[in-house]
């Protein structure tokens, strides 16, 4: 064998430890196994930046502990006083949503900085399948809300909240946050790529700030104004909480359940083609 060609067997021998695959075996693009496969590529990526980014780690996990214990020292007596039931079966399921919300926020933000960057338009031009992007970040949300939930729910645990419904209803009350949390950060992603000039922050900011306010877990319905209670009764927020606190501490369930499925699987209907048509843009015109 002649030199060179030695030269080029050394160059294409597999490194010890690594197992490549070869250029034959690539995956089709447009296949299933291309969007699992590149989708969780994408999704770990986006998990392992969230982990190494201080800001989304304080609005997904270290804001909603503080808020929850912030308003269990300074309403937490007031509010059991005036309902009878310890006021933590309503502001954990309260702040879980809160930290959905908020890091969904985090992260729309972290994305407009990828589109700015041009990180968007290098992947773009990646041969990846094109809806592994999107796929990737709900996927990397879901995973990121069960992380604050699960975190919001050992805090509150420490502050007297319960499973007092069985395992069954503890699983199906983790299940609803992410659920919730998938369709508003369809929503938001879909704001995040509408515009580059949208003020994304300040407005999905303020329109939190009143849910959060204007909701079932803060206090009870009956305490609104007349006029006002059958709208936070039937905001997204209150039958998400409602439905956490019939599975937790008991009460009604069924109908809270399907109301919060309506409005999470209604963002994901109302916002997905916008998320499509804006993550697609941002990355080719970045």
């Not at 690594?18 to 699992?36: G, I, T």
């Not at 998990?47 to 909603?64: C, E, F, G, N």
């Not at 983790?174 to 704001?191: C, H, R, S």
């Not at 900011?205 to 009870?220: A, D, E, K, R, Y």
Request: hydrophobic share 55%; proline share 7%.
């Amino acid at each position: 064998m002649s030199e060179p060609t030695d030269r080029f067997m050394a160059v294409v021998r597999p490194v010890e430890g690594f197992n490549f695959p070869y250029p034959d075996k690539a995956l089709p693009e447009k296949s299933l196994n291309a969007l699992v496969v590149h989708s969780w590529i994408q999704a770990k990526r986006l998990l392992i930046t969230w982990m190494r980014d201080p800001s989304t780690t304080i609005q997904a996990l270290v804001y909603p502990a503080f808020m929850l214990l912030m308003f269990r020292v300074v309403l937490g007596d007031s509010i059991s006083a005036a309902t009878g039931q310890s006021s933590i079966f309503g502001t954990v399921p309260l702040i879980i949503l809160i930290g959905a919300m908020f890091g969904s926020i985090a992260s729309a933000v972290g994305l407009k900085g990828e589109q700015a960057s041009g990180l968007l338009s290098r992947f773009w031009t990646l041969p990846a399948h094109r809806a592994s992007g999107l796929v990737g970040r709900m996927i990397a949300e879901a995973v990121r809300v069960l992380a604050t939930s699960m975190v919001i729910l050992a805090a509150g645990y420490a502050l007297g909240f319960r499973f007092n419904q069985g395992p069954l209803a503890a699983v199906a009350l983790l299940a609803l946050p992410i659920v919730f949390g998938v369709g508003f950060a369809m929503m938001v992603t879909a704001l995040a790529t509408v515009s580059a000039n949208l003020p994304l922050v300040e407005i999905v900011s303020i329109s939190c700030t009143l849910l959060m306010f204007f909701n079932s877990g803060f206090v009870p319905v009956i305490a609104y104004p007349k006029w006002l209670q059958p709208i936070v009764a039937e905001q997204p927020m209150s039958v998400a909480i409602d439905a956490m606190k019939g599975l937790s501490l008991g009460g009604p369930v069924a109908e809270p359940v399907i109301k919060t499925l309506i409005w999470s699987f209604g963002m994901v209907a109302v916002f997905i083609v916008p998320a499509i048509k804006g993550f697609r843009r941002a990355a080719e015109t970045a």
